[in-house]
């Protein structure tokens, strides 16, 4: 995956490289997940990399694969987590079914 900003797509290069517990098709999604949250903390989530990362995150090329993600999550999501699952849901237009 490619991005614009030299930064975000070191991060996302680090972070898929150590995901290998992760299913292939599901380590962009831990990557891109965590590089949105990461960017959004240190810059904001109106900064380039923050609006870069999600919008790889909920294009329809990852869409099968983000709904594999959470049909593949492992107990209970902390409230964080659940905002997000519903912000995703609200901004794509689609349900992502847990589990």
């Known amino acids: 995956m490619k991005f614009d900003d030299p930064q975000l797509q070191e991060y996302y290069e680090r972070v898929v490289s150590v995901m290998t517990s992760l299913p292939e098709d599901l380590r962009p999604i831990c990557a891109l997940m965590d590089a949105h949250h990461w960017f959004s903390l240190i810059e904001g989530e109106s900064s380039p990399k923050t609006r870069e990362a999600f919008q790889k995150l909920t294009s329809l090329e ?38």
Do not use: D, S, V
């Not at 593949?72 to 609200?90: D, S, Y």
């Open 62 to 99: 990852l869409r099968r694969a983000l709904k594999r993600w959470y049909k593949h999550g492992q107990g209970e999501m902390n409230p964080a987590a659940k905002e997000f699952h519903l912000f995703l849901e609200r901004t794509i237009g689609e349900e992502l079914p847990l589990r």
